[in-house]
């Protein structure tokens, strides 16, 4: 089973970053904890490590795109595995959708009430 990579938090003041060098390309082998990319934020460089071992399926995110902290930037599985169409929601809750036409305030019973 595939499983993907994300950026990883690294404080509470940097909240992006940006992909310097993939040290790994589709395709290879990874051993776990190995490196697979260099990250550069506003506050240190640092290389994000596979959390399994196997093979890297695929990235996300190019080599000079900036990301938000948390978001999935490759994805890595079983040798030969298929990968997976689309990246995993960094956020795996739905956002909620706001109610159309007009302003809403929250009640006590947690409903909603048009002003």
């Not at 490590?49 to 490759?74: C, D, K, N, R, Y």
């Not at 956002?95 to 019973?109: C, E, H």
Request: charge should be negative; glycine fraction near 12%.
């Amino acid at each position: 089973m595939a499983v993907t990579v994300e950026l990883p938090h690294v404080g509470e003041s940097v909240v992006e970053g940006t992909i310097g060098k993939w040290l790994k390309q589709p395709g290879e082998t990874v051993r776990r904890y190995e490196p697979l990319v260099e990250v550069v934020t506003d506050k240190v460089t640092m290389e994000v490590p596979s959390p399994v071992a196997g093979e890297l399926l695929q990235v996300f995110a190019e080599e000079g795109e900036t990301l938000p902290m948390g978001a999935p930037i490759a994805e890595v599985g079983e040798p030969g595995e298929t990968p997976s169409s689309a990246p995993a929601s960094a956020d795996p809750s739905p956002a909620a959708a706001a109610p159309a036409g007009g302003v809403y305030t929250s009640d006590a019973a947690g409903g909603l009430t048009r002003v």
